[in-house]
């Protein structure tokens, strides 16, 4: 087996493929994904955080997003987040902000 530094320095996002579903909006996902890909970009971040799409995270709650951030080193963080996308993407872009700046 081979190992292998990940090409992204501060962590990850890893947005839950199945909640969309239990809210009528299966590419939520997807959608969330984009946005915020765009949004580290604009911001010099593509290189820091990676945002992927994930299987089930097991945190099944309706109408809600489950997502995670794995940091490259430290504690992981597992949260939820509405079902408006326009609520979400400015949310996680909240978020992604703060985790930025604690580099």
Request: aromatic share 6%.
């Amino acid at each position: 087996m081979k190992t292998y530094n990940t090409p992204w320095s501060t962590g990850s996002i890893f947005i839950c493929s199945k909640c969309g579903g239990s809210f009528d909006n299966p590419e939520m996902a997807e959608k969330l994904k984009t946005e915020l890909r765009i949004h580290l970009k604009d911001q010099d971040g593509n290189k820091k955080i990676r945002v992927m799409v994930s299987g089930c995270l097991n945190v099944c709650i309706d109408n809600e997003q489950a997502v995670v951030y794995q940091p490259v080193s430290g504690v992981t963080e597992t949260f939820t987040i509405g079902s408006n996308l326009e609520e979400n993407i400015q949310e996680m872009k909240g978020i992604l902000g703060k985790k930025l700046e604690s580099v």
